[in-house]
């Protein structure tokens, strides 16, 4: 994707409600999901302690009768968040807190049961509904990596086989060198989410080089796209879906 296209799609996501706004238009709406929630929670890391030294202003909101979706809407932080820090300073421990996010029925009141609610739904990000999206996102990822390696025949350990084995371990280490593109490549690592700048230079750092670093060359698959002038670290080589279309080839002798 061209960052021009990139940057009108991540201006427009502010809200999860931008999500089908623009899914509308015919972008696609998991990548949509994978941009919002890389932009919240940057944003989140940026006005955590900013939003947090006004917990007692927010509290007072909601006192006087503002709910708590409102509230984090005033702030534009993240409604689960937003919570947390109201019921906080109201006196909940953060232990107490998720769990009436997890099981808001136990909350005694009607009206902060149907708030808790309202804010777990709102929240694409930070809710169960959100954790367990983002999961099965990364299994339908890793799902279709195993598709396209096992379709050619090629024989690899999964990051579960080498628990333990290396310190960093890949979504699948080949058990014998092959040839990507022209390239001698040991190891596929499977992104189901968008590859811009920030997001590749996070992975470049923690996971990538290090693998090259323990392995040799390999790839990266963003199985939501990726930006298409991302700086590529030595050995390290990116695609998206489209490498599903791809064939990789047996190093001659």
């Given amino acids: 994707m061209k960052y021009s296209d990139y940057k009108t799609i991540y201006n427009a996501l502010n809200g999860s409600k931008d999500i089908e706004k623009m899914a509308s238009k015919g972008y696609d709406r998991e990548m949509l999901i994978s941009i919002f929630t890389q932009k919240m929670t940057r944003e989140v890391k940026k006005r955590f302690y900013v939003v947090k030294q006004n917990t007692g202003r927010m509290l007072k909101d909601w006192k006087r009768g503002?709910?708590?979706l409102q509230i984090a809407e005033r702030w534009k932080?993240?409604?689960i968040l937003t919570a947390m820090f109201i019921f906080m300073e109201d006196g909940a421990s953060r232990k107490e807190f998720w769990g009436y996010i997890n099981e808001p029925d136990s909350l005694q009141s009607k009206d902060v049961r149907d708030e808790v609610k309202e804010v777990r739904k709102a929240d694409l990000v930070y809710s169960p509904e959100g954790n367990e999206m983002q999961r099965q996102r990364g299994l339908w990822g890793e799902s279709l990596l195993h598709q396209w390696l096992d379709g050619q025949g090629i024989k690899y350990r999964t990051e579960e086989d080498l628990r333990g084995v290396y310190e960093k371990t890949p979504d699948a280490l080949l058990d014998e060198p092959m040839m990507?593109?022209?390239?001698?490549?040991?190891w596929v690592e499977s992104k189901a989410s968008f590859g811009d700048n920030t997001e590749f230079r996070y992975n470049s750092k923690k996971q990538l080089?290090?693998?090259?670093?323990?392995?040799?060359?390999?790839?990266?698959?963003?199985?939501?796209g990726c930006l298409d002038?991302?700086?590529?670290?030595?050995?390290v080589y990116v695609n998206d879906i489209s490498i599903m279309d791809k064939k990789l080839e047996k190093i001659k002798e």
């Fill in 180 to 186: 990507y593109n022209g390239k001698k490549i040991y």
């Fill in 209 to 224: 080089i290090p693998y090259t670093n323990l392995f040799g060359p390999g790839v990266v698959v963003y199985w939501l």
């Fill in 229 to 235: 002038d991302l700086e590529e670290p030595e050995n």
């Fill in 66 to 68: 503002h709910t708590l």
């Fill in 77 to 79: 932080f993240p409604p």
